[in-house]
T-cell receptor, first 110, second 113 residues
Framework: QQQVKQSPQSLIVQKGGISIINCAYE??????FPWYQQFPGKGPALLIA?????SEKKEGRFTISFNKSAKQFSLHIMDSQPGDSATYFC?????????FGTGTSLTVIP | DGGITQSPKYLFRKEGQNVTLSCEQN?????MYWYRQDPGQGLRLIYY???????QKGDIAEGYSVSREKKESFPLTVTSAQKNPTAFYLC????????????FGAGSRLTVL
């Protein structure tokens, strides 16, 4: 059973546009929700993360929106740039146990 | 700089051969993980280790083996019993306390010929 469901699988956005990736989870025991960014041939790197006691977290052009009652969270990339083209993974964790979404391949067109 | 080093970056294997992927970290992290990445399937947990000389199976452990003789090292052996081993393999580790930040290595791509 997929613990974390992620959509869309792929996304194409014009430069300057907003990229939105959505995730949903089932287990209410999860207490940490990170997003990872992965470039081809590289390992994922932590982009931004949120805990369930906060509804939104912003770091530069990247924002996580968190809806605890709906068990959903999303990543918003404002003013998307070609350099943001990568695969993005959401995850949910409790302690040292992590569960990942299936990834979203983002392409930002110049 | 602290980090996780995976080697080799690329590896080719003939069917029926065992191969070992190396993972070394100098972050002083207690817990280490191996994930397998396939297109469209995200990251799937193979094995993880919370402390030295202890490890647990993840969701797809069949055909794989690990050891954790040192805190810094967590090698993964892909055995001939793994029926579809061609994939990108990622090693990761986590801080012992605090922010739950999972740090990844750069990965090893295994191709079975």
């Amino acid at each position: 059973q997929q613990q974390v469901k992620q959509s869309p699988q792929s996304l194409i956005v014009q430069k300057g546009g907003i990229s939105i990736i959505n995730c949903a989870y089932e287990n209410t025991a999860f207490d940490y929700f990170p997003w990872y960014q992965q470039f081809p041939g590289k390992g994922p790197a932590l982009l931004i993360a949120i805990r369930p006691d906060v509804s939104e977290k912003k770091e530069g052009r990247f924002t996580i929106s968190f809806n605890k009652s709906a068990k959903q969270f999303s990543l918003h990339i404002m003013d998307s740039q070609p350099g943001d083209s990568a695969t993005y993974f959401c995850a949910a964790s409790r302690g040292n146990q992590f569960y990942f979404g299936t990834g979203t391949s983002l392409t930002v067109i110049p | 700089d602290g980090g996780i080093t995976q080697s080799p970056k690329y590896l080719f294997r003939k069917e029926g051969q065992n191969v070992t992927l190396s993972c070394e970290q100098n972050l002083n992290h207690d817990a280490m993980y191996w994930y397998r990445q396939d297109p469209g399937q995200g990251l799937r947990l193979i094995y993880y280790s919370q402390i030295v000389n202890d490890f647990q199976k993840g969701d797809i452990a069949e055909g794989y083996s690990v050891s954790r003789e040192k805190k810094e090292s967590f090698p993964l052996t892909v055995t001939s019993a793994q029926k579809n081993p061609t994939a990108f393999y990622l090693c990761a580790s986590i801080q012992p306390t605090g922010a739950n930040v999972l740090t990844f290595g750069a990965g090893s791509r295994l191709t079975v010929l």
